[in-house]
């Protein structure tokens, strides 16, 4: 056994024997697929900051700070007295609260493009429901998605997201095709062009992240996004941008503001539900129209959107507002600071595994960031394929995942996010594990898979 799995296995015996339990009682032992990792899953038992202690009482700089919801930092104290506000008049009424007229309100000041906007309690959910509106509005069946995108779990989007990037994710779902959906080449407008070509005058609209989070933290080319524009314009399809990762993490905004191309619908979710279950989607008042009980004239109904017996569910309403009113107040040095930190810790860590001789690269951009080990010296990474070629994309989920635990770290994908919470101190730790890991791996190695 190598040397940091075993110090991991002494560290944390409390989230051994959980996982034990766990894995009679929940398949895999786990709610959610990237919680799995060998031997088993780090238990959390509490966190504050940029910090999460363990059940054994490990303390850890977190990185993954809530599948990246957290741009505060863990128990953000804003957030949790606007929460305990809400709990002492009750928490639950299935009835519209005022907080979720404000929210909009909020949220349409933010991005002007989403001119009208509906909650519901998860990122999946906004998707599914994006997708739905696409057709709904369109009376198309196709939607377009990324190659390599991830949108949650739901039945219309679970496709291609993991190499080979093909098909359904997993048995259980219809292939894409009899799904109405069909795949696109990410940052390459010569292949999209093809699939679009195959499908002239039935696609309903496209769903892309402006930058691939799960799928490997690339970038959108700004032309590609504007091609993807031209295409929706063309065809009238709408155009869905998912923001759930990129909303309010670069920008008080959308990443589709700073690029200038403007989606028809924008889906939102994790930072901004301030840690609380929260999904967003919305955009352009016709389109959102389509699902307006009020407005639908027989014999036509509505898109049926906004299911949901915790939809604008009011804690997180509070949690939502307690956020967005921080960051705007924060927004002109928080931002900054965060993408400065981000670029300083991409290099670090580039420069710690060189020195170390494993050969490595950072994708992300401002406060994301993934450590790829690369299968050669060919750095340049801008699509999923390029991953799936030229890194060993097991390894940074599994050796180098257990070598920054035993050195103090929780990290995803080799990664993850900074949020405010993660200031100089913290960038320094960060920087000193990452080369006592990289030198791990040197020493220790890891399967090249
Ligand atoms: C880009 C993107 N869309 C959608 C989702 C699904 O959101 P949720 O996990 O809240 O259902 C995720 C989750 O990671 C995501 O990264």
């Given at each position: 056994?190598?040397?940091?799995?075993?110090?991991?296995?002494?560290?944390?015996?409390?989230?051994?024997?959980?996982?034990?339990?766990?894995?009679?009682?929940?398949?895999?032992?786990?709610?959610?697929?990237?919680?799995?990792?060998?031997?088993?899953?780090?238990?959390?038992?509490?966190?504050?900051?940029?910090?999460?202690?363990?059940?054994?009482?490990?303390?850890?700089?977190?990185?993954?700070?809530?599948?990246?919801?957290?741009?505060?930092?863990?128990?953000?104290?804003?957030?949790?007295?606007?929460?305990?506000?809400?709990?002492?008049?009750?928490?639950?009424?299935?009835?519209?609260?005022?907080?979720?007229?404000?929210?909009?309100?909020?949220?349409?000041?933010?991005?002007?493009?989403?001119?009208?906007?509906?909650?519901?309690?998860?990122g999946t959910e906004a998707t599914m429901y994006a997708v739905r509106l696409a057709r709904g509005f369109t009376r198309k069946p196709w939607v377009l998605k990324a190659a390599g995108g991830w949108h949650g779990a739901s039945t219309d989007l679970s496709f291609a997201v993991?190499?080979?990037f093909r098909g359904a994710e997993?048995?259980?779902l219809l292939p894409p095709r009899e799904q109405g959906v069909d795949l696109i080449a990410f940052?390459?407008?010569?292949a999209t062009e093809r699939v679009v070509e195959a499908h002239r005058g039935g696609i309903a609209g496209i769903i892309v992240e402006?930058?691939?989070?799960?799928?490997?933290?690339?970038?959108?080319?700004?032309?590609?996004l504007?091609?993807l524009r031209?295409v929706c314009d063309r065809e009238g399809a709408v155009l869905i941008f998912d923001?759930i990762?990129?909303?309010?993490?670069?920008?008080?905004?959308?990443?589709?503001?700073?690029?200038?191309?403007?989606p028809d619908l924008t889906t939102?979710?994790?930072?901004?539900?301030?840690?609380?279950?929260?999904?967003?989607y919305?955009g352009r008042?016709?389109v959102?129209?389509a699902a307006?009980?009020?407005?639908?004239?027989?014999?036509?109904?509505?898109v049926l959107v906004?299911?949901?017996?915790?939809?604008?569910?009011?804690?997180?309403?509070?949690?939502?507002?307690?956020?967005?009113?921080?960051?705007?107040?924060?927004?002109?040095?928080?931002?900054?600071?965060?993408?400065?930190?981000?670029?300083?810790?991409?290099?670090?860590?580039?420069?710690?595994?060189?020195?170390?001789?494993?050969?490595?690269?950072?994708?992300?951009?401002?406060?994301?960031?993934?450590?790829?080990?690369?299968?050669?010296?060919?750095?340049?990474?801008?699509?999923?394929?390029?991953?799936?070629?030229?890194?060993?994309?097991?390894?940074?989920?599994?050796?180098?995942?257990?070598?920054?635990?035993?050195?103090?770290?929780?990290?995803?994908?080799?990664?993850?996010?900074?949020?405010?919470?993660?200031?100089?101190?913290?960038?320094?730790?960060?920087?000193?594990?990452?080369?006592?890991?990289?030198?791990?791996?040197?020493?220790?190695?890891?399967?090249?898979?």
């Amino acid at each position: 056994m190598r040397s940091y799995e075993s110090r991991y296995r002494d560290l944390t015996p409390r989230s051994s024997a959980l996982d034990e339990r766990a894995r009679g009682l929940l398949p895999g032992g786990i709610s959610h697929n990237l919680r799995r990792f060998d031997p088993y899953p780090l238990y959390a038992a509490r966190a504050e900051g940029a910090r999460v202690l363990d059940p054994d009482g490990n303390s850890y700089l977190d990185l993954w700070m809530g599948h990246y919801a957290l741009v505060f930092g863990h128990a953000f104290p804003p957030v949790r007295r606007a929460v305990e506000q809400v709990l002492a008049g009750g928490w639950h009424f299935g009835m519209p609260v005022e907080a979720e007229v404000v929210l909009a309100e909020r949220l349409r000041r933010a991005v002007p493009a989403m001119e009208k906007m509906r909650f519901c309690t998860s990122g999946t959910e906004a998707t599914m429901y994006a997708v739905r509106l696409a057709r709904g509005f369109t009376r198309k069946p196709w939607v377009l998605k990324a190659a390599g995108g991830w949108h949650g779990a739901s039945t219309d989007l679970s496709f291609a997201v993991k190499p080979p990037f093909r098909g359904a994710e997993g048995p259980g779902l219809l292939p894409p095709r009899e799904q109405g959906v069909d795949l696109i080449a990410f940052n390459d407008v010569e292949a999209t062009e093809r699939v679009v070509e195959a499908h002239r005058g039935g696609i309903a609209g496209i769903i892309v992240e402006p930058m691939l989070g799960s799928g490997g933290f690339l970038p959108a080319d700004p032309a590609y996004l504007r091609y993807l524009r031209e295409v929706c314009d063309r065809e009238g399809a709408v155009l869905i941008f998912d923001e759930i990762i990129t909303g309010f993490r670069f920008r008080y905004g959308t990443l589709a503001d700073a690029y200038g191309v403007r989606p028809d619908l924008t889906t939102l979710g994790k930072i901004v539900g301030g840690g609380f279950p929260l999904g967003v989607y919305g955009g352009r008042r016709e389109v959102m129209d389509a699902a307006d009980p009020l407005q639908a004239k027989a014999p036509d109904r509505p898109v049926l959107v906004g299911g949901g017996t915790f939809s604008c569910h009011p804690v997180t309403l509070a949690a939502a507002l307690a956020t967005l009113e921080a960051l705007e107040a924060s927004r002109a040095e928080l931002y900054p600071a965060l993408e400065a930190r981000g670029e300083r810790l991409r290099r670090g860590v580039e420069e710690r595994f060189a020195a170390a001789g494993v050969p490595a690269a950072c994708t992300g951009r401002a406060s994301l960031f993934m450590t790829h080990l690369l299968r050669g010296g060919d750095r340049d990474l801008r699509t999923p394929a390029d991953l799936a070629a030229k890194t060993f994309s097991a390894a940074k989920d599994r050796e180098l995942r257990l070598a920054l635990l035993a050195h103090g770290v929780f990290a995803v994908h080799g990664g993850g996010a900074l949020s405010a919470a993660h200031g100089e101190p913290e960038l320094q730790v960060l920087l000193e594990a990452y080369a006592r890991a990289a030198e791990d791996l040197a020493r220790e190695g890891f399967e090249q898979g």
